[in-house]
């Protein structure tokens, strides 16, 4: 089935370690996006990826780095300078101009 | 900078009933505008795209409409059920194609 997989859905960090989000799409959709949602409030996007090699910030990037080394593949990665990284984490996909799909998203708790 | 709000926040109704729900946006230069349903803990699910030339969206008993140049949105659900509760969100596409701008989502509870 075509889709987008996130890995791990549950994730625990320790103060000042860095931590990985996996996000992997079959769907051979250009573009690529990460988002975060805090309880109460809307999606927030971090960053943003139109093509392989190629990433854009968005509104939240700070504490936060991406690499899109593959079409299919845009991993996230929450550094130790994110303050307040508890969050749970949604991947998207899309071709240009066109419909979002979701991954069914990972949370990350601080420890 | 876009900004896209919904209306109710929260909405609680006994099944059977039909309902609207509403979107609004500040630039109504967009490409698309798109509803999205979220059940607890889970990712986004689609449920209608309506692309900028377009007006209205259906799928079963969904209908989506847009007024861009009013800014606005609604979706319209019939005879709601209550495997219907979940929170919905709508998001535009920026004019230039490259941003979703998400709405902070409305509750809905659909009481047997």
């Known amino acids: 089935d075509g889709g987008i997989t996130q890995s791990p859905k549950y994730l625990f960090r320790k103060e000042g370690q860095n931590v990985t989000l996996s996000c992997e799409q079959n769907?051979?959709?250009?573009?690529m996006y990460w988002y975060r949602q805090d309880p109460g409030q809307g999606l927030r996007l971090i960053y943003y990826?139109?093509?392989?090699?190629?990433?854009q910030k968005g509104d939240i990037a700070e504490g936060y780095s991406v690499s899109r080394e593959k079409k299919e593949s845009f991993p996230l990665t929450v550094t130790s300078a994110q303050k307040n990284p508890t969050a749970f984490y949604l991947c998207?996909?899309?071709?240009?101009?066109?419909?979002?799909?979701f991954g069914e998203g990972s949370r990350l708790t601080v420890l | 900078k876009q900004e896209v709000t919904q209306i109710p926040a929260a909405l609680s109704v006994p099944e059977g009933e039909n309902l609207v729900l509403n979107c609004s946006f500040t630039?109504?230069?967009?490409?698309?505008l798109q509803w999205f349903r979220q059940d607890p803990g889970k990712g986004l699910t689609s449920l209608l795209l309506?692309?900028?030339?377009?007006r209205e969206q259906t799928s079963g008993r969904l209908n989506a409409s847009l007024d861009k140049s009013s800014g606005r949105s609604t979706l319209y659900i019939a005879a709601s059920q209550p495997g219907d509760s979940a929170t919905y969100l709508c998001?535009?596409?920026?004019?230039?194609?490259?941003?979703?701008?998400f709405g902070p989502g409305t509750r809905l509870s659909v009481l047997p």
């Open positions: 998207a996909s899309s071709i240009s101009a066109g419909e979002l799909f």
């Open positions: 769907l051979n959709h250009d573009a």
């Open positions: 990826s139109q093509i392989v090699n190629d990433f």
């Open positions: 630039d109504s230069a967009i490409y698309n």
């Open positions: 309506i692309q900028s030339s377009q």
């Open positions: 998001a535009v596409e920026d004019g230039y194609g490259q941003n979703f701008v």
